[in-house]
């Protein structure tokens, strides 16, 4: 990473958002440029080579380019993923297929199934059996597998998923018949469970292997044009791809292992929000990011965003870890209805980038959340995007009418309003159920809005929740990008073990994690880490006996390898040693998300986890001028009034009702609201009393 320019690249869907960070002077300059759906890297050097020309340097200055990108989750949700196949343990081929048996609707009369991304006769069955305990109960005897591999050749996969029964105690069966594998189908790719997803449960496990199978052509080929345009005149940063645990990896990793990008993009919003409550000393925010398409809900609670250790994306377990995060579809490109029984619905289906709402002019009939922003005057029609891209509000106004407003009786205005008060419901909901499953009061937080669409729709959701203050950020439009900016690379390893939570297990818990360090040391010099710049955080999944499900507990206490885990272990814990501080974090986490612990309860490790971290380097950022200039640009009618409009640049300190427009987002200060300009350039909004 020679050149001085760090840019971070979040790819939307609806827009490309980008931050750079010029170490020369600190200054951080943020850029947005509509999405290319049809090859989303081209959309990413049009942004780049725009920012370069408006912020004075050249693309071979860019010597770090952290990227954010739906394109693995974009392949899942739609479907457009490799055709694979699946060896696994005789006799268990049918796992994908059986599930977990969990009806999602418990009322629904014809349910719908859970997807199954191989068909059954792609699912082939190898004679071999490990037990729980890592031991072979069958040997995996590979001169004998020629009927399997002949079997696989004749399928002609794209890719092949090995998940073998109990493989995360023991993977040495699944390695051997990889080795086989790759002898007779050389160049396709192969996925191991042991190597993505080392842990219990067969279906997860499973279900992860074989989703990260069918990712690795989609995004390998995405990766090839990447770099392959990126390379065109001497342009040729470092690259570094976003994790869906908000972390970064380099393109070997990503390659390997594509399932691990599938929050890519949202993660890096939510990374944002863990930097900003440090910086503005708020440590409880609720962090809401609305772009066009989607609306994503993550908490920052005690300063900390959650993890998670299995999400779902497309219907789909995936069994990594990821930033906990809800999501809807609502967005500024949302699409405005009237259904059968007359009732006014919006999202989750999107207008995207392409062709948008109908006020971009790019061909859209079909009324947006955007369109309903412009219709009530909301949006300035000729200062969208900076200027870069005039509204149409006549054409919103028609298509309101056409296609919601005649259904309901209402006016164009009326039709607007209607579509904001759903919106504004839906979004209060997400946040409401973000909160109240972790036992949260939302009085208890501010709200942090970002994202393109965030700061229109913020104070009156705030006011459903009955949150009194909200937080709008510097450049919110492209805040996911600014929390890419200063990400690390991060790998998470993970071992599953089921060992009692007592002292005599201690020593065995060390050997695995020390085993994990040791495989993060060796990743994190594959990618050029030098060792000064490496860290490594512990966790371990832990679970009163009995219980189906764990919590993941930190564990700061066992950080460092060997014998010297033991003794800082000792040294934070006291006499009690390395285990009673993580089993007194278990109880107190378990009581507040569960409201009861019992401290007496036997309590059982089954998961032992290791982060390892590549420190990047970051230069620093200067401190942002004080405002200056005349903050009312004009007067704009509103909501049968006229509201003042003020230039964010500009703003110290103003009382509502009131616009607040910046180069790529606007926000609404309604009457009871008045900001001030707090830490960072940040816009404090409280409602009063």
């Not at 994306?313 to 990821?322: A, H, K, N």
């Not at 109880?587 to 401290?599: T, V």
Request: glycine share 12%.
């Amino acid at each position: 990473m020679n050149g001085p320019i760090r840019a971070a690249v979040d790819i939307g869907g609806t827009f490309t958002d980008i931050h750079c960070l010029d170490a020369r002077d600190g200054a951080v300059h943020a850029w947005k440029t509509p999405t290319t759906p049809e090859d989303p890297s081209i959309g990413l050097l049009t942004g780049l080579t725009e920012a370069a020309a408006r912020f004075g340097f050249a693309l071979s200055d860019i010597g770090l380019l952290l990227h954010g990108t739906t394109i693995a989750t974009n392949a899942v949700l739609e479907r457009k993923l490799a055709s694979g196949a699946l060896l696994t343990t005789a006799g268990f081929e049918d796992v994908l297929e059986i599930t977990r048996h969990v009806r999602r609707d418990i009322y629904g009369l014809a349910p719908d199934p859970f997807p199954c991304l191989i068909e059954r006769d792609r699912r082939l069955g190898v004679p071999e059996r490990m037990r729980a305990d890592g031991t072979a109960e069958r040997a995996l005897d590979v001169a004998a597998l020629g009927p399997v591999l002949d079997r696989l050749r004749a399928l002609e996969p794209e890719a092949v998923a090995i998940g073998l029964l109990h493989a995360y105690a023991n993977p040495a069966h699944e390695r051997r018949l990889a080795d086989a594998v790759r002898a007779a189908l050389p160049g396709v790719p192969v996925c191991l469970s042991s190597a993505i997803s080392p842990e219990i449960r067969e279906y997860e496990r499973l279900s992860t292997t074989v989703l990260n199978a069918l990712l690795m052509p989609v995004v390998g080929r995405y990766l090839a044009r990447l770099e392959a345009r990126l390379g065109d005149g001497g342009f040729a940063p470092r690259i570094v791809l976003v994790q869906s645990n908000g972390g970064t990896c380099s393109l070997r990793m990503a390659a390997e292992q594509p399932a691990r990008l599938l929050l890519s993009g949202p993660s890096g919003g939510a990374m944002a929000a863990e930097r900003l409550s440090r910086l503005l000393e708020k440590p409880n925010l609720v962090a809401v990011d609305m772009g066009g398409t989607s609306f994503d809900v993550s908490v920052v609670q005690g300063g900390r965003i959650g993890l998670v250790t299995q999400g779902e994306v497309g219907g789909l377990p995936v069994r990594l870890p990821m930033v906990e995060m809800r999501t809807i579809g609502a967005g500024g490109g949302s699409i405005a209805a009237v259904d059968a029984s007359g009732r006014l619905t919006v999202g989750p289906r999107s207008t995207g980038a392409r062709p948008g709402p109908v006020s971009y002019r790019r061909g859209g009939v079909e009324p947006t959340v955007t369109d309903a922003n412009a219709v009530l005057g909301y949006l300035d029609p000729g200062f969208f995007l900076g200027g870069a891209m005039p509204l149409d509000v006549n054409g919103a106004k028609a298509a309101m009418v056409a296609r919601v407003g005649g259904a309901l009786g209402l006016d164009a205005e009326g039709a607007a309003r209607g579509i904001l008060a759903v919106t504004n419901a839906a979004l209060a909901a997400a946040v409401r159920l973000s909160l109240f499953e972790k036992g949260l009061d939302p009085r208890d937080f501010a709200l942090l809005s970002f994202g393109g669409a965030g700061g229109l729709q913020a104070c009156a959701v705030a006011e459903e929740l009955g949150i009194g203050e909200v937080v709008i950020p510097r450049n919110p439009g492209t805040l996911s990008a600014y929390g890419i900016l200063f990400a690390d690379l991060v790998q998470d390893l993970s071992r599953s073990r089921l060992l009692p939570a007592v002292e005599a297990s201690v020593a065995e818990a060390m050997g695995v994690l020390d085993a994990l360090r040791a495989e993060g040391e060796a990743s994190l010099a594959a990618d050029g880490v030098a060792e000064a710049d490496r860290a490594f955080e512990a966790a371990a999944d832990l679970r009163y006996k009995g219980q189906a499900f764990e919590l993941l507990v930190p564990w700061p206490e066992a950080r460092v390898a060997g014998a010297a885990i033991h003794a800082a272990g000792h040294a934070a814990g006291g006499d009690r040693g390395p285990l009673a501080p993580l089993l007194a974090r278990f109880h107190e986490m378990h009581r507040a998300r569960f409201s009861y612990a019992e401290a007496h309860a036997p309590v059982e490790i089954v998961t032992l986890r290791l982060s390892a971290i590549g420190r990047l380097p970051k230069p620093a950022v200067a401190t942002d001028a004080a405002p200056a200039g005349e903050p009312v640009k004009g007067r704009r009618a509103v909501a049968g009034a006229e509201w003042p409009v003020l230039d964010r640049d500009a703003l110290t300190a103003a009382e509502g009702p009131a616009i607040i427009e910046e180069a790529f987002s606007t926000h609404l200060l309604p009457p009871g609201w008045a900001c001030t300009l707090g830490a960072e350039g940040a816009l404090i909004l409280r409602r009063a009393a």
